[in-house]
């Protein structure tokens, strides 16, 4: 089993940068790819990006294709989503997520974090 913590989230103006961590706590953290979600306001919850366990394979959400870089460090059991030239249409709730397999959809998902909202101003 894996918890998973959310930080780095906060305001910040379009064309900024963020950079979100996900803190994976349990056990064989590297058996288990990563992904990040986020949830807008009356949006459903959307996929942005997922890495695998060896971080051999990275998928991104057209959306995010080149202003995001998902990374993951095994040893200190973190993951990391660097976001750049943010746009107001970014802001949401962003979750992250674990699975056994390489993570596509939502319900591909068994372990899910609380979240960390990131809002862009324009």
């Known amino acids: 089993q894996v918890q998973l913590v959310e930080s780095g989230g906060g305001w910040v103006q379009a064309g900024g940068s963020l950079r979100l961590s996900c803190a994976a706590s349990?056990?064989?953290?590297?058996?288990?790819?990563v992904a990040w979600f986020r949830q807008a306001p009356g949006k459903e919850r959307e996929f942005v990006a997922s890495i695998s366990r060896s971080s051999l394979t990275t998928l991104y959400a057209d959306s995010m294709k080149g202003r995001s870089t998902i990374s993951r460090d095994n040893a200190k059991m973190r993951a990391y989503l660097q976001m750049s030239n943010l746009k107001p249409e970014d802001t949401a709730l962003y979750y992250c997520?674990?699975?056994?397999?390489?993570?596509?959809?939502?319900?591909?998902?068994?372990?899910w974090g609380q979240g960390t909202q990131v809002t862009v101003s324009s």
């Open positions: 349990g056990r064989n953290f590297g058996n288990y790819s």
């Open positions: 997520a674990a699975s056994l397999s390489l993570i596509r959809v939502d319900y591909d998902v068994d372990y």
